[in-house]
């Protein structure tokens, strides 16, 4: 246990997270030893495996396929191909959106790097070179590549599987008042307006994706080992898909090497990898490579944002507006709940008091991978805070206000909460001055706009850029959030063993965060049990109750209350236990952490190792009081949880060449009742190295044919250590009100607030240029082009 201080000294003394606070990691002795065990560590007695054949164009009609050849190389046991799978009804697959989406290509290619085929062989090397002796023609259309252009008149149909389809469009989606919204915009002294492009970026997990399925014939059971986020919606789906009944089938999620929503969906290498086991009986593992986890797997972003903010001319901002075009790709296969095509883009009012706001977004499909996860995010509300965040630092260059005063001008107060906003969400804490007051004062504001105007003095290139976020995580609850009809709710089950050692069961799945430290942290809190004595089980629906899965930062907000409360259920039934024993009436009993005592009597009590091996013992129980020391919860939250933070950014940019370099950033969070410090460090550190990324270097874009150009991280660029400072971190702590412990969501905190911050540095910088807006990723070409008076085109 390490000492429990803060992180920085700036940040104040009100660091008191719960517990056993800057704990070090329970699963860190095996990570750093390399004992994890990944998906594609599993190997089985007769394992075969499985490569895909991959389409190399964006838009083709399938002429032919013949497999004749590949069907003889040695070693290759089966080749699969879209007419097989239509015979057994397997060609298709639901998607997370309710579209359907192709398995296997059996009337035309989508987008480039489609599953065309799967081989099955005794090795990967085998497989690889049986795709080759493949013979596929392909009669090549003319590719949708740009989203502006999708519902063109005479634009290439796309979906013309979807009976009647005769144009590109998926859905149009609205929240707020468009006409109390117009209104106040038509009375405001001051409006401008950008339009903000969100490219098209992908998760990148170190780990890609992966499954070993097994079939066994006999008893007809399926264990399926996955890179998945959410073993339990797997599994129903795939009873659904498949017809094996879901009691047979059990998923196994077992270490995964991130995820960062790129493992929340339903792969077709999955499914066949599944069909692969039954065809051949054996076991069969697929394990996709970093191209085709870049290429063909759930991408994210891709918004093009139409912006519009309103205000006095005095900095009161009085209302925003918003039309989107979202690119989701040739399927939509969107991970976000039923009722939010849009995901949770409605939050993008952001931290603001507003008198009205109204968006609008339109979903169209075009020759590029589907997708659309939440990457690192609550679905959509990356894109929802870049566009308020940056539009807020527009509105402040047009009025000549400093940026940070605008934004302490117009925060929601702290007697707002629970604060309602205009577009249908109520806010459940908050308290932004200081943390925004804090993160100046750790960056020395002043200061720092004092050199910068020296510095542009001498014509050198500082720019300062601040975001400040507010995030809506923790989804459900379930009458309102649903993935394809499963409510959102998450599963614990507690077990305290004879000996006082316990297990508890969750139905989230870690993907790096720590779960089985923070989550034995929050029992431990409850019934006084160290937390290496408390085992934490997951990623495995043999094992563990029923839950949703682990996404959009909802563990904490939604499966740490399931702990809690399965905590405090296992104490309340301690309490009889112990009265039992000591012979008293429960309600004379008194809880101090870890044991329950008679009231004016301390000395006389039992710890929870005594009950525990009470409960299991000979000890007469009262009525209704089984033996044992257990309980289940299933928990739905009553809302969803708001962590917020205030970030500062401060780049320097060589006049010369524009390269970009992050000098310094400060970030402060505020995620209420913090767990593990030291945890939710990593989180923010991780976090923002992923927004310095996207705002500077990632981007997948296609060519006029809609060959994919981020297909490798020779192109597709993420950041290393040399591409970040230290980070600066703080906190404040304002608790949820509804959550038992009072903790929000944490881990995607800083890949929402980051790009915003940096992207506001970038354009503050090139301010003596007249620079107002430039879009990601800011690379040294772009920003030397925004030098010259020049934008791309779109
Ligand atoms: O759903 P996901 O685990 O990705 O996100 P999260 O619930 O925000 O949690 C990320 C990690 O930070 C977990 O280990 C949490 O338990 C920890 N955390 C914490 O220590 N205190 C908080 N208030 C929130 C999260």
Not at 137 to 144: A, K, M, Q, R, T
Not at 467 to 479: N, Q, Y
Request: aromatic share 8%; glycine share 10%; proline share 7%.
């Amino acid at each position: 246990i390490l000492e429990d201080r803060p992180s920085n000294p700036a940040a104040g003394d009100h660091d008191r997270p719960i517990g056993h606070g800057r704990m070090q990691r329970k699963e860190d002795p095996r990570f750093v030893r390399g004992k994890g065990h990944y998906v594609d560590d599993i190997v089985l007695p007769g394992m075969l495996h499985g490569a895909i054949l991959r389409a190399p164009v964006a838009h083709a009609r399938l002429v032919s396929i013949d497999t004749t050849a590949a069907l003889a190389h040695p070693g290759v046991h089966a080749v699969i191909t879209g007419t097989d799978l239509q015979a057994l009804g397997l060609a298709w697959a639901p998607t997370l959106s309710m579209d359907v989406q192709a398995v296997l290509v059996t009337d035309k290619v989508r987008f480039q790097g489609q599953e065309v085929a799967f081989v099955v062989a005794d090795d990967r090397y085998a497989a690889r070179d049986a795709l080759e002796l493949i013979q596929v023609e392909y009669d090549v259309l003319p590719p949708v590549v740009d989203a502006r252009k999708a519902m063109d008149p005479g634009a290439p149909v796309i979906r013309d599987d979807l009976e009647g389809r005769t144009d590109n469009h998926i859905f149009d989606w609205e929240a707020g008042n468009k006409a109390e919204t117009d209104a106040v915009f038509a009375s405001a002294d001051v409006v401008v307006k950008q339009e903000i492009v969100y490219p098209r970026v992908h998760p990148a997990p170190m780990e890609t994706c992966g499954a070993v399925a097994d079939f066994d014939p006999i008893d007809g059971r399926l264990i399926l080992y996955e890179t998945t986020q959410a073993p339990h919606a797997h599994r129903t789906l795939f009873a659904m898909v498949s017809g094996i009944p879901e009691h047979k089938i059990r998923v196994v999620s077992p270490d995964i090497g991130g995820g960062f929503g790129n493992k929340v969906g339903i792969y077709p290498g999955y499914i066949l990898a599944v069909v692969g086991s039954i065809v051949t009986g054996k076991p069969v593992k697929w394990v996709e490579d970093r191209s085709e986890n870049l290429m063909s797997t759930s991408f994210a972003r891709d918004y093009i944002m139409q912006g519009e903010i309103a205000a006095t001319r005095d900095g009161k901002i009085l209302a925003l507006r918003t039309n989107v075009l979202a690119d989701h790709g040739a399927f939509n296969a969107t991970a976000q709940p039923t009722k939010y095509p849009a995901g949770f883009f409605h939050i993008f009012t952001g931290s603001y008091d507003l008198a009205a706001a109204h968006c609008t977004v339109t979903g169209v499909y075009t020759n590029k991978a589907p997708g659309g996860v939440a990457y690192a995010c609550s679905f959509r509300v990356t894109e929802a805070v870049y566009l308020v965040e940056r539009m807020v630092d527009i509105l402040a260059r047009k009025l000549e206000m400093d940026p940070a005063e605008l934004r302490l001008k117009n925060f929601i107060k702290k007697e707002q909460f629970p604060y309602p906003n205009k577009t249908g969400w109520e806010y459940d804490s908050g308290d932004y001055e200081p943390t925004m007051r804090l993160s100046m004062k750790m960056a020395g504001y002043d200061e720092l706009r004092r050199e910068q105007k020296e510095k542009r003095e001498r014509g050198e290139l500082m720019g300062i850029g601040i975001s400040f976020f507010t995030e809506t995580v923790g989804a459900g609850p379930r009458k309102d959030m649903d993935i394809l009809g499963l409510g959102m709710a998450d599963g614990a089950e507690l077990r305290i063993h004879p000996t006082g050692k316990a297990v508890v069961r969750i139905s989230v799945q870690s993907q790096g965060q720590g779960h089985e430290t923070t989550f034995a942290q929050i029992v431990a809190e409850e019934i006084g049990i160290p937390p290496e004595d408390i085992d934490v089980v997951h990623g495995d629906t043999d094992q563990t109750p029923f839950g949703l899965g682990t996404y959009g930062s909802r563990s904490t907000p939604v499966s740490g209350a399931a702990v809690a409360l399965v905590a405090r259920k296992v104490r309340e039934k301690a309490r009889f236990i112990a009265a039992a024993m000591l012979e008293t009436r429960p309600e004379d009993l008194e809880w101090e952490k870890g044991r329950w005592f008679v009231k004016g009597d301390p000395s006389v009590g039992k710890t929870m190792a005594e009950i525990a091996m009470g409960a299991h013992g000979t000890v007469a129980l009262p009525e209704g009081i089984d033996g044992n020391l257990d309980a289940e919860v299933t928990y739905d939250p009553p809302n969803l949880t708001f962590p917020f933070g205030a970030y500062i950014c401060v780049v320097d940019i060589d006049p010369g060449t524009g390269h970009v370099k992050v000098r310094r950033f400060i970030a402060v969070d505020d995620c209420g009742t913090r767990i593990n410090p030291m945890i939710i460090e990593g989180q923010i550190h991780g976090g923002l190295t992923d927004g310095v990324g996207m705002a500077l270097m990632e981007i997948i874009e296609f060519d006029a044919e809609g060959n994919c150009l981020g297909g490798s991280l020779m192109d597709y660029l993420i950041p290393t250590a040399m591409e970040v400072p230290d980070w600066e971190t703080g906190f404040t702590v304002t608790p949820s009100p509804h959550h038992p412990i009072g903790a929000k969501g944490v881990g995607e905190s800083a890949t929402v607030g980051s790009p915003p911050a940096v992207v506001n540095a970038v354009v503050d910088a090139l301010a003596p240029f007249g620079v107002v807006h430039m879009d990601m990723p800011c690379t040294p070409s772009r920003v030397w082009e925004a030098m010259q008076g020049r934008t791309r085109p779109p």
